[in-house]
């Protein structure tokens, strides 16, 4: 700022002489002063960061609780992220599928479409993989054989989601326990002084509050991932659904 004043009094001085050159280098000191000033009267006033903010509040919740439901957090996003990134590797485009083992089947037959299976990831291809592999045993094994198997698929999309729920519930009941130990902590202060005065009391309610803030904070961030898996875990059963009954009729004609 100082610099770009100093170029505005050199410029001054060559463009209107040098009778202006005192009054301008006047006013621009005078406007440095006070910028100074004001720099330093708000610098007192400077708010902490995000990342500080959140760092000292998690301080002053006190790191019993507030270690514990962090924990609740990154287990919580480290199951989330893990289902996520497998049920995207598990989505397949069941009718790009259904066309080449259709296409399979008229072509090579069975071992053909069977192979065409092999080569293709996802729940949909390993439940045309068993349907085709039972098709020696006649429609109804072969049919048995989807149903049993689209289970287990489906086990499989909805492994360790349960623990997801319970952070989520977890993290609240952490937070709220927090706030009652808090609430106690600051009665029996006043006990102990005989006196009710807010200096007293002020930490132990702070204390409670932050708590519960972030046990909540925690519970809706894991929410929101929650409900994304599930909306992408039944989409996906969906699919295998309507993959099976397309995969007894592609059997049925091809069986003709």
């Known amino acids: 700022m100082k610099r770009l004043f100093s170029i505005l009094a050199i410029t001054g001085m060559m463009v209107f002489g040098t009778a202006n050159a005192t009054t301008l280098a006047s006013t621009t000191t005078t ?3 006070a910028t100074t000033i004001t720099q330093d009267d708000a610098a007192p006033a400077e708010t902490l ?3 500080q903010e959140l760092k000292k509040r998690f301080i002053e919740g006190g790191p019993g609780f507030m270690g514990i439901v962090l924990l609740c957090l990154i287990l919580g996003l480290a199951i989330a992220i893990e289902r996520i990134i497998f049920l995207n590797l598990s989505t397949t485009n069941t009718k790009k599928l259904t066309q080449d083992v259709e296409d399979a089947l008229a072509s090579g037959g069975v071992e053909a479409a069977k192979e065409v299976c092999r080569n293709t990831k996802g729940p949909v291809a390993s439940i045309y ?3 085709l592999d039972r098709t020696d045993e006649g429609l109804d094994a072969a049919e048995k054989a989807v149903v049993a198997y689209g289970g287990v698929q489906m086990g499989q999309l909805e492994k360790n989601v349960s623990w997801i729920s319970l952070f989520i519930a977890l993290a609240p009941m952490l937070g709220f326990m927090g706030t009652v130990i808090g609430m106690i902590q600051a009665f029996d202060k006043i006990e102990a002084a005989g ?3 807010p200096s007293l009391v002020a930490g132990g309610i702070k204390v409670a509050l ?7 904070v925690v519970a809706i961030i894991l929410q929101i991932f929650y409900n994304y898996i599930i909306a992408k875990i039944d989409s996906i059963v969906n699919n295998m659904e309507d993959a099976s009954i397309t995969l007894m009729d592609l059997l049925i004609r091809h069986k003709k």
């Open 49 to 51: 960061g995000f990342h």
């Open 195 to 197: 006196d009710m005065q």
């Open 31 to 33: 406007t440095t002063v």
């Open 129 to 131: 993989y068993q349907g």
């Open 210 to 216: 932050l708590t519960t803030v972030f046990g909540l």
